[in-house]
């Protein structure tokens, strides 16, 4: 094989491009909110581990209170970690949702993006050249955002904090 025959991309339609973005935008949204929901659990169980340690140094805390303590972090750990881990990990975010979060960073926006995947679901219904209008706007306003950064961190960052902190 020759240098240089490989294609290193292909070319995308619009269509191609506003999925490839909402998916890009959907996977960040999902890693960031589990990623924090595991901070955050190890951010309390460090704290109620600090806590138990003082508590016990400072009173002399009974092995059976020290059980229930156990017992109870662990069954709410659990909990936590199926209904704020688990659960996110399985489901999928909402295309919509993700178009909101991308539209909610540039006020130039004005819906386009959630108004083409709406109306793209009556595509039969609309014109052709219409729906194509619609999309050419959605890309284009599209093109001017890093959708790499429009997904807020700003909570998976305290709760490192909060942690470096216990």
Do not use: C, W
């Not at 269509?15 to 909110?33: A, C, F, G, P, S």
């Not at 919509?96 to 959630?114: G, H, M, Q, V």
């Amino acid at each position: 094989m020759a240098l240089g025959t490989q294609p290193y991309g292909q070319l995308l339609d619009y269509e191609q491009y506003i999925d490839h973005q909402l998916r890009q935008t959907r996977l960040r949204i999902k890693m960031t909110d589990i990623l924090t929901a595991g901070v955050s659990l190890l951010a309390v169980g460090l704290g109620v581990l600090l806590l138990e340690v003082v508590l016990d140094h400072m009173v002399g805390l009974p092995l059976f209170v020290r059980q229930v303590i156990l017992a109870v972090g662990l069954a709410g750990g659990l909990a936590f970690l199926f209904k704020k881990i688990a659960l996110p990990a399985i489901r999928s975010v909402n295309s919509f949702y993700a178009a909101r979060t991308i539209e909610e960073t540039d006020p130039s926006f004005k819906n386009s993006l959630i108004n083409y995947l709406d109306l793209r679901r009556h595509r039969e219904e609309l014109p052709e050249a219409f729906l194509a209008a619609i999309e050419a706007k959605a890309v284009g306003d599209l093109t001017k955002v890093e959708v790499d950064s429009v997904v807020n961190q700003r909570r998976l960052i305290q709760m490192s904090y909060a942690m470096a902190g216990v």
